[in-house]
Nanobody, 123 residues
Framework: QVQLVESGGGLAQHGGSLRLSCAAS????????MGWFRQPPGKEREFVAT????????YYADSVKGRFTISRRNAQNTVYLQMNILKPEDTAVYYC????????????????WGQGTQVTVSS
């Protein structure tokens, strides 16, 4: 069982930065692929980024490539999403996800999900 708790959301200006954190419980964190998803107001949840168990492989949605960076610290059971050059269209609730399979995370079919943290970018 893995529990995920996101933090770091809030209000940012267009062009600004925020860093999201996702703290995971459980001793097997280092064996899980992790990912970030988001759900903009009135829209479906969408994939943002994923990282494999070691941190050696990452994958991004085209909409965030070059602006967002996913990373992890297994010793601290935490995954991060550094968001730079924020745009109003990045406004969404951001969710952390975990699964033993990177492919399942990328498809949005991860076994574990956090409760989400709100990110609002003003224009």
């Amino acid at each position: 069982q893995v529990q995920l708790v996101e933090s770091g959301g809030g209000l940012a200006q267009h062009g600004g930065s925020l860093r999201l954190s996702c703290a995971a419980s459980g001793r097997t964190f280092s064996s899980y692929a992790m990912g970030w998803f988001r759900q903009p107001p009135g829209k479906e949840r969408e994939f943002v980024a994923t990282i494999n168990w070691s941190g050696g492989s990452t994958y991004y949605a085209d909409s965030v490539k070059g602006r967002f960076t996913i990373s992890r610290r297994n010793a601290q059971n935490t995954v991060y999403l550094q968001m730079n050059i924020l745009k109003p269209e990045d406004t969404a609730v951001y969710y952390c996800a975990a699964d033993s399979s990177s492919a399942m995370v990328r498809r949005g079919r991860a076994e574990y999900w956090g409760q989400g943290t709100q990110v609002t970018v003003s224009s």
